[in-house]
């Protein structure tokens, strides 16, 4: 699955000399944490929420109302902006995304083209979302957990069991456990669980798991 399936396509942006107080606006009115700086039709840089907040007088302020827009319609984006932006590709992979954002530890990404223009913004919450749909878990499907050692020939031996049964396979994923065991979850159509069992068991890989997710 692409980055263009899932992001957030053409996101509002603003200029680098817009001030704190017109981006404050923008955010609480659509309701989102990050905002691309665009000068010119390029990404010079980004504004999230916690930036703002960083730069907002405290709720303590012996300052008052006037003050304090006056204050907020002095500094500009430009001053506060993060120049660094991490960027993906529209065309890369949801996995790359999920990688990025895991390795530096942030909750959202911009989405360039070839040219450097914004074209979107891809988040956690879309990641999530990408989740849940590709496991299938709003279907209520079957959930099992498989014992397994990584060898060649194991996804056959195991979807061949499942096919001789007529079960069908609504999604595979794999995962290694610190202790190095390999683990098979798999979500299918089946409410009968017992032959199953026995079958895999005997050539290897026993049901650790089962659950029905509604």
């Known amino acids: 699955m692409f980055i263009r399936q899932r992001m957030t396509a053409n996101p509002i942006t603003i200029t680098s000399a817009a001030t704190i107080a017109d981006a404050s606006e923008l955010m609480r009115i659509n309701k989102f944490r990050r905002l691309p700086i665009v000068d010119g039709g390029k990404l010079v840089g980004l504004v999230?929420?916690?930036?703002?907040?960083?730069?907002?007088?405290?709720?303590?302020?012996?300052?008052?109302?006037?003050?304090?827009?006056?204050?907020?319609?002095?500094?500009?984006?430009?001053?506060?902006?993060?120049?660094?932006?991490?960027?993906?590709?529209?065309?890369?992979?949801?996995?790359?995304?999920?990688?990025?954002?895991?390795?530096?530890?942030?909750?959202?990404?911009?989405?360039?083209?070839?040219?450097?223009?914004?074209?979107?913004?891809?988040?956690?919450?879309?990641?999530?979302?990408?989740?849940?749909?590709?496991?299938?878990?709003?279907?209520?499907?079957?959930?099992?957990?498989?014992?397994?050692?990584?060898?060649?020939?194991?996804?056959?031996?195991?979807?061949?069991v499942f096919s001789e049964l007529s079960i069908n396979i609504c999604s595979m994923v794999s995962y290694t456990l610190p202790d190095g065991q390999i683990e098979y979850v798999i979500r299918a159509d089946i409410s009968e669980t017992k032959e199953l069992s026995q079958r895999l068991g005997e050539i290897g890989y026993p049901i650790k798991h089962i659950v029905h997710i509604k």
Do not use: W
Request: net charge negative.
């Open 48 to 160: 999230t929420d916690r930036d703002l907040r960083a730069v907002s007088p405290s709720p303590a302020t012996t300052l008052s109302i006037f003050e304090l827009n006056y204050l907020l319609a002095k500094i500009k984006i430009k001053d506060i902006m993060q120049k660094k932006v991490i960027t993906i590709r529209a065309d890369a992979t949801v996995e790359e995304a999920a990688l990025l954002l895991y390795n530096n530890c942030i909750g959202g990404l911009v989405v360039v083209d070839e040219q450097g223009a914004v074209v979107g913004v891809i988040t956690e919450t879309d990641i999530f979302k990408c989740f849940v749909d590709v496991m299938g878990l709003t279907e209520g499907k079957t959930r099992l957990t498989i014992d397994a050692t990584d060898k060649i020939g194991l996804l056959h031996e195991i979807t061949e």
